[in-house]
């Protein structure tokens, strides 16, 4: 395996037949499959395709400047979620998570976001809807919610370590406000320098993260009556919001 | 209440995944009682003696991919597999389980009848049979289980493991004592299952052996499957094909009298393969209010819902892992021992 990697591109024909032990216990492994040019309208980007061997899962990362072999990259994970970042859903944080973490990456020299596809946890969507359906009947419990998928954050990890680790970068400023995720990917040798904290500016929709208090299960109740279910991989926090509502977690 | 004996943990339901876990917890050093309606062992992974000849009447064959689940199969003492069963598969329509055909797919069936996959998991466990389990309720000692023979119950740790209409209707008494279990419930009627009616049809010896071990038939509004069972014995007397029924048509008979689906069933089959199987010498039916779950409705993994002062409430099944079928069923009886074991160690 000597194929020099010296731009994004060669990273195709490097994994053109990867296979590895995989990382973590599902064994995940992932390969780069395309790489491509991303102007969004949040900047410049260039998007890579990586594809999982073990469980046939698209995933992407969307990167910001040359991150082969740099050192302390901000790096952001996001898990897809088709109903915040596609329909603008106001049952999460999603979307407003999403371009936070782009606008921060491309006011940045070099960047990464990691967006991982397992809506929902391995069933998916129909399983987050179900949930959703819960909560409108006023049940949002834990064990439910663990049931129809929600939160298997040690997959997750496993993939965004194996992907960081393909695109050759050295080690990540994590974009978190929770510091126990610096050690969950730590454990899978990935080399985290630091923690940036991902502060989401208020809105209209997500004030009332500023004004109440988390309810029993650690969910905050929005102005709907909702409980929002926290569905990326760290609490929200919002621009202004205590930081005790945080640390708690 | 009447006095009753209090055990560690109380398994209802001796299907797969109540014996998968009854299994990795007595391997633990917990002593868990296992209570299951009917005589035999092993739920829907179900075989009948017709004449003293296995015949499997609920799930045809064993598949899957995760690597401790085909050990597991692989592992089952007193039988004979076959592996890679069915070899001959004719038809292009849809098997009750398409993954079972995925290329990282193992697949197998023993001689025995695919229940000695069951009964090997129930080899060192307590079970007691015909016993049914008619209501739940919360106790100063535990979970307090009321038989039908009218006899209680008490245990600390109460294990669900069986089709999920039939956990739902068990968990309404609770509902009042614990969101999880409402929450649990809810979701439980928002998955419902298929039905499939199934005939066993032997044939007198010298009928020409059909040419597949499975048909999975493209162009019927009646039947999903037909298997060849007799194909997986050593030396069958008779010759047996099971007939499995669409969902869609099995849940529009279940009400009617078995004679009735059960002609219509064989007239299919006739039509289908060759016009002998019409006429079968011995025949016996059965009634799967609840064969399968339906794709799309799975969930990710079992229930253990705290209840009370200490004592658990756990709920797994085929419903419990991603997939369905024994592979989910076992997986899912698996990690929720597993998960007991966790938190509660012996
Ligand atoms: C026709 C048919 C075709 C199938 N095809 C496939 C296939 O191709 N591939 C596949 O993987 N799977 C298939 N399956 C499904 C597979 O058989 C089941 O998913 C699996 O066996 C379920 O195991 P379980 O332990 O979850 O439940 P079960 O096997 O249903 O076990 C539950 C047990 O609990 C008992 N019980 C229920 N209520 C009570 C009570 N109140 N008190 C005491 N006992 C109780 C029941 O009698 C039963 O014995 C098929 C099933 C059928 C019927
Ligand atoms: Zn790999
Ligand atoms: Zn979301």
Redesign the interface.
């Known amino acids: 395996m000597t194929v020099p990697v010296t731009s994004l591109q060669d990273l195709v024909e490097r994994d053109r037949d990867h296979e590895c032990e995989g990382f973590g216990s599902a064994k995940v492994c992932v390969r780069v499959v395309g790489v491509a040019e991303l102007p969004t309208r949040f900047g410049a980007f260039r998007i890579v395709g990586f594809w999982n061997n073990r469980d046939a899962k698209e995933h992407i990362a969307i990167i910001k400047g040359d991150v082969l072999g740099a050192d302390a990259v901000p790096a952001r994970l996001h898990s897809e979620c088709l109903t915040g970042d596609v329909l603008g859903s106001l049952r999460c944080d999603c979307r407003d998570q999403l371009i936070m973490a782009l606008k921060k990456i491309s006011a940045e020299p070099y960047g990464v976001v990691l967006y991982l596809r397992q809506e929902g946890?391995?069933?998916g969507l129909?399983?987050k809807i179900?949930a959703y359906?819960?909560q409108d009947?006023g049940?949002d419990?834990?064990?439910?919610n663990?049931?129809?998928?929600f939160r298997?954050d040690e997959r997750d990890y496993a993939i965004a370590a194996h992907m960081l680790q393909s695109l050759t970068i050295r080690s990540v400023q994590l974009m978190t406000n929770n510091p126990k995720k610096v050690g969950a990917l730590e454990s899978y040798g990935i080399d985290v320098r630091g923690r940036l904290p991902h502060l989401i500016p208020p809105n209209p929709h997500n004030r009332f993260y500023l004004e109440t208090k988390a309810n029993r299960s650690g969910h905050f109740i929005d102005f709907g009556g909702k409980p929002r279910l926290t569905e990326q991989h760290d609490l929200v926090m919002v621009d202004g919001m205590p930081d005790a509502l945080v640390e708690k977690e | 209440m009447t006095a009753h004996e209090v055990r560690d943990v109380i398994v209802v339901g001796a299907g797969v995944a109540g014996l998968a876990a009854a299994h990795r917890l007595k391997e633990a050093g917990r002593a868990p009682l296992v209570l299951t309606s009917g005589r035999g062992i092993g739920g829907r992974c179900a075989t009948w003696r017709l004449d003293g000849q296995p015949v499997d009447y609920g799930v045809g064959f064993l598949h899957g991919v995760d690597p401790e689940l085909v050990a597991a199969i692989h592992s089952v003492g007193d039988a004979t597999p076959i592996p890679g069963w069915p070899r001959h598969v004719e038809g292009r329509g849809t098997p009750c389980q398409p993954r079972a055909f995925a290329p990282q797919s193992a697949r197998l069936a023993y001689a025995e009848g695919v229940s000695a996959f069951p009964k090997w998991l129930a080899r060192d466990l307590e079970v007691r049979r015909q016993t049914t389990v008619e209501r739940l309720a919360l106790g100063d000692a535990g979970i307090v289980l009321t038989l039908a023979s009218g006899e209680q119950l008490c245990g600390r740790d109460v294990i669900l493991a069986m089709a999920g209409p039939q956990a739902e209707t068990l968990l309404v008494p609770l509902v009042e004592d614990s969101d999880e279990v409402d929450a649990a419930r809810r979701l439980l009627a928002m998955l419902g299952a298929l039905p499939s009616l199934t005939v066993m049809a032997a044939y007198d010896p010298g009928t020409p052996e059909p040419p597949f071990e499975m048909l999975y038939p493209e162009d019927s509004a009646l039947l999903q499957t037909v298997a060849h069972d007799s194909s997986k014995r050593k030396a069958p007397r008779a010759l047996v094909l099971v007939l499995q029924a669409l969902p869609r048509w099995s849940r529009a008979h279940l009400d009617t009298p078995p004679e009735t689906w059960e002609r219509m069933l064989l007239d299919e089959a006739g039509r289908l393969i060759a016009p002998w199987v019409r006429a079968p010498s011995v025949t016996r039916t059965h009634r799967w209010k609840w064969a399968r779950v339906d794709a799309g409705c799975e969930l990710s993994q079992p229930l253990l819902i705290p209840l009370g002062a200490g004592f658990r409430l756990g709920v797994a099944g085929e419903l419990f892992a991603p997939g369905g079928g024994v592979e989910a069923a076992w997986l899912s009886g698996h990690r929720l021992a597993g998960r007991m074991l966790e938190s509660r160690p012996s």
């Open positions: 946890r391995g069933i129909l399983n179900r359906s819960l009947q049940l419990t834990v064990e439910a663990l049931a129809l998928g298997d």
